[in-house]
């Protein structure tokens, strides 16, 4: 199983950015998206604490900037770092508007494994060091946490993914793959507890990618659920023909996943 990962929570007008946090930075960090309204953020904020809040600009207003200080102060509050990503000119704009905001900014163009690398090592070197006799004695008197089961969710559509790992991720470790490959690239060094698998994906379709998982040595018994569009009568038969267990129609409808997720995993 994975190690626990750090909760991001992302905003800003840069759709590409956060596109990346969700695809290729999920090794690490638990990603989850707001929009830049400060009532969706303080719902967010409500519900869970993220390890870290990321502002990913692109092309923001001063006066979006000078709104965001109301948001500065919660976070502040609530202990949560900021980072905020853009170009120079975005950033120096951002320094001018908001000069009181203490944020780590990291300028564009970083490929994704460097900001993700980058973002881990300073939450590292932010936690609280114990002594060994301390965490010891902590770790002996602290009941172990039960294990939280591991979802891997495949589909060719960002949105899909986003939305899926936001409302997953306070029950389960998500990790998130954008085409078959991504998937079984994933399956080869590490594991998961059951595969959401969108059915109709270009170049390979969802049979082709069960075909390879059930052919893996270590996933052949792995649970899958299709996630389709389909609705005919005929093409859900040959669905359950592939022995999946279980099939979610789009749009998924979010208390039916749960619902299916917690028949397979218990």
Known sequence: ????????????????????????????????????RYNDIMNHLKYITPDVFVYCLYGESPDDIKRFVNVERKLTEMGIPIIVVGNRDECEQFTKVAPLIEATFFLRPISAQKLERSIVEMLESQKPRESGETAEKSAAESPAAPARKHILIVDDDSSVLKLLKGYLAERYDVATAINGKVAMKFLETKRTDMVLLDYEMPEENGAAVLGKIRDGDRTKHLPVVFLTGLTERGKIQELLALKI????????????????????LG
Do not use: H, W
């Not at 590409?16 to 946090?21: L, Q, T, V």
């Not at 267990?245 to 397979?264: A, F, H, N, R, W």
């Open 1 to 36: 199983m994975d190690e626990m990962k750090y909760v991001v929570l992302l905003t800003g007008n840069n759709r590409m950015a956060i596109n990346e946090f969700f695809t290729y930075m999920d090794l690490n960090l638990e990603c989850i998206n707001t929009s830049c």
């Open 245 to 264: 267990q279980g099939y979610l129609i789009k749009p998924i409808d979010m208390e039916k996943l749960s619902s299916t997720i917690k028949g397979v």
